[in-house]
């Protein structure tokens, strides 16, 4: 029986009689067959991440899997002699993903019971349905973008990323400099918009409004001169974290509006967030105009509330300034402002590429404390 609704982002696998025939310590003919081997490629394809717990010998499962040619599309491993759950647990944390959006595929209903008992929201699958989880709409995203096709390999550098911050013996601001962080700021072209789509629909915790745009709403603002769809990107010398995120603003005639604002949960500790908000407080105060950002909160959106309030964003009078249109009755939507420092009015939002070096040190401030909030 399967949890849950809405999009897979991972699967984890179990490998006796699940993603391979046999059981290896009983069988050195396993075997995989060529319908999971195309199972494990198109998830992959797909932008749906994918894991393997199981009760193995870690050297010799590996090795076997390397011998298939699918060691690479597996993050995480977890192979070992613990209790599945607990397995399943780790993986999720360290993806930062919540639990509803996990997957767990196994031949024996004692496993799937014992993890659906520990993590109920956990969606689990039994192996006979392993060839056919492709037709299934939880694991069929709409469109297949860039960012999501190579998602597995952003991941596996975040992985290595940090594995080394682990290690590094220095303050966190030191190893933010070290990674040589780009971040690109530009306008979305109409390519571009299924992929913020997506970004607005797969972002929870760094969402400001919760709110769900979709491709044809984001073409309207696309079009429309009173409104930027800004896309951040960013980069450091591990490779390309992708698209991380979206940003929707509105120019008043006193004020620009940040209708929306989200970030993806990958890049969380580098205080994303922040720096956009500081960057678009400082766009303000070059035109001049006030900042008012939309506001709601939710119960995983914590951590975008205090990068709000830490940029200076509050709730005001807003008689004296600039009136935003006004939200739907029972939205929840808070209207938070900042008052700017008189400077010269420029016509335009000006869109650049932000070095992160002078940004590192708030940026890990912040992200210390972030990380401490129950969310």
């Excluded at 690479?72 to 999720?92: C, F």
């Excluded at 939880?138 to 080394?164: C, G, H, K, N, W």
């Excluded at 997506?198 to 984001?218: C, D, F, P, V, W």
Aim: charged share 25%; glycine share 6%.
């Amino acid at each position: 029986m399967t949890q849950g609704s809405g999009l897979v982002k991972c699967l984890i696998w179990d490998l006796d009689n699940t993603l391979w025939h046999g059981t290896l310590l009983e069988d050195e003919d396993v075997r995989l067959t060529d319908e999971i081997r195309g199972t494990v490629r198109e998830l992959d394809r797909r932008g749906i991440l994918q894991s393997v717990v199981s009760r193995n010998d870690h050297h010799h499962a590996w090795e076997r899997l390397e011998e298939f040619g699918i060691a690479e599309y597996l993050i995480l491993p977890r192979i070992g002699w613990g209790r599945k759950s607990d397995s399943v647990k780790e993986i999720i944390t360290e993806l930062g993903f919540n639990e509803d959006t996990v997957a767990f595929i196994d031949d024996q209903p004692y496993e799937r019971a014992e993890v659906g008992h520990f993590l109920p929201t956990v969606r689990c699958y039994p192996a006979d349905q392993a060839s056919s989880l492709t037709e299934l709409p939880e694991f069929t995203p709409a469109v297949v973008t860039a960012d999501a096709s190579r998602r597995r390999a952003m991941y596996q550098a975040r992985i290595l990323r940090e594995a080394e911050q682990a290690s590094y013996q220095g303050p966190d601001e030191e190893f933010l400099r070290s990674l040589d962080m780009k971040m690109e700021i530009i306008r979305a072209r109409r390519e571009d918009l299924t992929r913020v789509e997506e970004l607005t629909l797969r972002t929870s915790q760094m969402n400001a409004t919760g709110i769900h745009y979709s491709e044809k709403q984001l073409l309207n603002f696309v079009t429309d001169p009173d409104h930027e769809v800004l896309i951040v990107t960013l980069a450091d010398r591990f490779g390309p974290h992708g698209t991380v995120g979206v940003i929707l603003v509105e120019r008043c005639a006193d004020a620009y509006r940040i209708k929306l604002l989200a970030t993806s949960c990958r890049v969380v500790a580098f205080g994303v967030g922040t720096i956009l908000l500081r960057w678009l407080d400082y766009e303000a105060r070059k035109a001049g105009v006030h900042l008012i950002a939309d506001f709601r909160g939710t119960d995983r959106n914590r951590m975008m509330e205090i990068a709000y309030r830490f940029a200076g964003l509050r709730e005001e009078d807003c008689e004296c300034l600039a009136a935003p249109r006004a939200a739907a009755a029972g939205d929840g939507i808070q209207q938070l402002h900042r008052m700017p420092v008189p400077q010269p009015p420029v016509t335009t939002m000006s869109v650049l590429a932000a070095d992160l070096a002078d940004l590192a040190a708030p940026a890990a401030e912040w992200a210390a404390l972030g990380t401490a909030v129950q969310i």
